[in-house]
């Protein structure tokens, strides 16, 4: 699925979870935020589709989704983007007893 419309599928989703997204221009990197008991997510209209997709998908990752329905195909990219951000141990940053 291309990272339009995927970013349109996901801004549905953050949407049906209660927050409002707005694009503005900026030095920032995007998060989510309540401000004045609105619930937003900010993205950067300077940046990529590509980079909105993998914040979007790590925000609905760290919310209650599963009460909405998802789409297939959706949720499988989901799915993928999720697994493609998830920590990888390192061996050389791991403590021992040593």
Avoid at 16 to 31: P, S, V
């Amino acid at each position: 699925m291309k990272a339009d419309k995927l970013l349109l599928e996901f801004e549905e989703i953050v949407s049906q979870l209660g927050y409002r997204i707005r694009k503005e221009r900026g030095n920032f990197r995007g998060a989510n935020c309540v401000l004045e008991g609105d619930k937003l997510i900010m993205l950067n209209k300077n940046q990529p589709a590509e980079i909105h997709v993998g914040l979007l998908a790590r925000f609905i990752e760290g919310h209650d989704y599963n009460s909405i329905f998802i789409k297939p195909a959706v949720r499988k990219e989901l799915e993928k983007i999720w697994d493609l951000q998830a920590p990888r141990k390192d061996p050389e940053l791991e403590f021992t007893d040593d």
